[in-house]
Structure formats: structure tokens, C-alpha cells
């Protein structure tokens, strides 16, 4: 598949005519159907209703198109920055994360820097915190936040943040009404572990705590993102241990409990090249490290 299907498709599903999206392609009406053609056989599915007068999207035609006129806006948009960037009227600075980061002291501080520094485009990407391990040490990604502590010398990282965990359960379950529970009675219970791949990542951190307690977790089943596991807590499939700034996240049917267990956290952690004493990279560390001392003021 290739770019021009896209747009060829695109311009199609808008007009409802292979002859109306021809002359707007300033192209042959015959070379366009061909290429929808072999979009449709490459997708293995018939995107329009050619039967129907006017043409019409099939069902699988309607979501195509919602999702490539996404995809068609977010590279327009990047076509836009990056002329922008080499005419040097911005500057690029990349942030990495991981989804759970997002409920904590990330938006206040994207929120700020974006205010402090209006000529530079901040661009933001969900990452693994092992991804942005490779991002880093790439130049895709000038900073990441994650969870995780990486033994390497190119790389550099603070601790912003140390979130206490929580047990994310069904409200209807049997110990949420609970005031405290401890990681011994959760061991018994079906545990939701997250992201199952790729590894080492939160879920491998989460082993460990039980781990280094002497207990073995039941676990119930992997999902790959924090979102499908709080939808499995909510249908009742099993628990979950997050972070407490998740506890932001409210979702009728679930409650979150305090762990008794003393010392159980998460670390936020940023990092960053160890080489990279650039002032805009320096300014943002700045920002990140006062924005969280005083969040974390009571």
C-alpha cells in the first residue's frame, strides 16, 4: 500500500464519484479505478458499493475511511511542522511516555513548557519505557518517561516521582470493601498484568513485588495496555495493580484500595542522553524536576 492509495481513496469516499474525484485529482478516471482496485484486493475487502447509484462507502469502506483521514491529517500536520522547523521559524523537542505517566505531574509540565517556550513543537510519543531507550540513543525522542531503571552509561535518569500502588478492583468483589489490602491476600486473587510485551516493563516490576516478599501472584491473564486491563477489572476478569495517579481515572464499576504493604511504589522516572547539555533540554529538566517538588507539596 502506498501513499497515493490513500489520497486516491480519500478523494473518492468524499466525492461519492470516480469521475468527480478524477478531475480533482487531475488524473484519467480509468488509471484511478485501477488503483482502487488494488487497494480493495491488498485490504481484501470491497470498500465501495459500485451497484449504487449515487457510489456509496461499504461498512468496511466507512471505517477505512475514518481511519486514513486520520492518518492523512496527522502527516499533513507533520509535513507542515517539519517545513516549519527547517525554515527555522521552530524548534522539534520529542517527548516519550508511557500511559500511566499521563495522570500525573506530565500534563502540567507540557502545559507549562509549551507556554514558557511558544517557538518550540513539542511532539509526544507513547512508548515503552524500553522503547524510549532505543528513541534516546536514535535522537527520535530528546526525553522519555517511564518506570523503569536502566543500567547504561549514554543514558541518564532522575526520579521525579515515586507513586504508592494501588489495587485496581470490580467494585462488586469481595475485597473492596476493604479499607487496606495486602499483596499476600492479592496473591490468591487472578492478577491483570500489563504490557505483556514487550519486556522488561511495568509487569515485570510489579512480579518483583511480590517477588521480593516471598509470594507467588496468580496471574490471570496479559494485556497490553493499561486501558484493556481496567476494562478487564471492570468485567470482573480480575485485579490489577497500578500506579495511584491512575486513581484519576474513574470508571463506573471500579474501585481502587490502598496496599498495607509498606514501600510499595512505582517510580516516575526521566531520562534523558547523558550528553545532551543543549538549553532547551536543560530548561525542560529544570522545569520538570520544580514542576514535580512542588505538586508534591500537601
Not at 1 to 14: C, D, I, K, Q, T
Amino acid at each position: 500500500m502506498e501513499l497515493r492509495h490513500l489520497r486516491y481513496f480519500s478523494a473518492v469516499a468524499r466525492a461519492l464519484s470516480f469521475s468527480r474525484a478524477a478531475q480533482q485529482l487531475h488524473i484519467a478516471q480509468p488509471p484511478l479505478s485501477r488503483q482502487i482496485r488494488q487497494l480493495e484486493e491488498e485490504l481484501g475487502a470491497e470498500l465501495f458499493d459500485r451497484s449504487s447509484r449515487p457510489l456509496r462507502l461499504t461498512a468496511a469502506g466507512q471505517y477505512f475511511h475514518g481511519k486514513s483521514a486520520q492518518l492523512l491529517d496527522q502527516l499533513a500536520e507533520t509535513c507542515a511542522a517539519t517545513e516549519r522547523i527547517a525554515r527555522g521559524r521552530l524548534v522539534w523537542f520529542s517527548i516519550g511516555f508511557v500511559p500511566s505517566t499521563l495522570y500525573g505531574v506530565l500534563p502540567e509540565v507540557i502545559r507549562r513548557f509549551r507556554a514558557a517556550q511558544p517557538e518550540v513543537e513539542v511532539g509526544l510519543s507513547e512508548l515503552t519505557t524500553l522503547q524510549q531507550i532505543d528513541a534516546l540513543k536514535a535522537g527520535r525522542i530528546d526525553v522519555g518517561f517511564g518506570r523503569l531503571r536502566f543500567d547504561d552509561a549514554r543514558i541518564a535518569g532522575e526520579v521525579i516521582a515515586q507513586e504508592a500502588v494501588v489495587a485496581a478492583l470490580p467494585a462488586g468483589h469481595r475485597l473492596a470493601r476493604h479499607k487496606r489490602l495486602s499483596l499476600a491476600k492479592l496473591a490468591q486473587e487472578p492478577l491483570l498484568l500489563y504490557p505483556a510485551k514487550p519486556r522488561p516493563s511495568y509487569a515485570d516490576q510489579v512480579l518483583e513485588m511480590f517477588r521480593s516478599r516471598g509470594l507467588k501472584p496468580t496471574v490471570g491473564l496479559e494485556a497490553n495496555e493499561m486501558q484493556t486491563a481496567i476494562g478487564l477489572v471492570v468485567a470482573g476478569i480480575g485485579y490489577a495493580l497500578v500506579p495511584g495517579s491512575i486513581q484519576g481515572l474513574h470508571r463506573e464499576g471500579l474501585v481502587y484500595v490502598p496496599l498495607s504493604d509498606p514501600g510499595v511504589a512505582s517510580p516516575v522516572i526521566m531520562n534523558f542522553r547523558a550528553d545532551d547539555v543543549s538549553g532547551l533540554a536543560t530548561a525542560f529538566r529544570k522545569m520538570v524536576m520544580a514542576t514535580s517538588m512542588e505538586l508534591a507539596q500537601p
